[in-house]
């Protein structure tokens, strides 16, 4: 009996979970040193190479130097997109800036 009923648990948890196909989140990424039409280039093309943003949701405000995006969180999460940043050569959300990536960045996209 418990067999049994341990079978059907299992077997619901598996329909339940297979069944999602999209779990879309929003995330702000706050970009301090963004600071300039560069500087935006240069964090939307890393972002460009993370997985699940859902086309067109990509928001910049430069002047608050923000980014919103929603993203499908089955193929992504919220510090993949933060290490993108950071690998850019940007701080974000308190993560630092990878330094080597810092130091590459074009004169006039560095503070």
Do not use: W
């Not at 341990?6 to 948890?13: I, P």
């Amino acid at each position: 009996m418990k067999t049994k009923l341990y079978s059907m648990l299992g077997l619901a948890l598996f329909l339940t979970v297979s069944c999602r196909q999209q779990d879309f989140r929003e995330l702000t990424l706050n970009v301090p040193d963004m600071h300039n039409k560069a500087c935006v280039n240069i964090v939307m093309q890393s972002l460009s190479r993370g997985p699940g943003i859902k086309p067109g949701s990509v928001l910049l405000d430069p002047e608050k130097r923000i980014i919103r995006l929603t993203y499908d969180s089955l193929l992504s999460a919220d510090k993949n997109f933060e290490y993108l940043v950071s690998k850019a050569g940007f701080s974000v959300n308190g993560i630092p800036a990878d330094e080597n990536a810092r130091e590459a960045l074009p004169p006039e996209a560095r503070l």
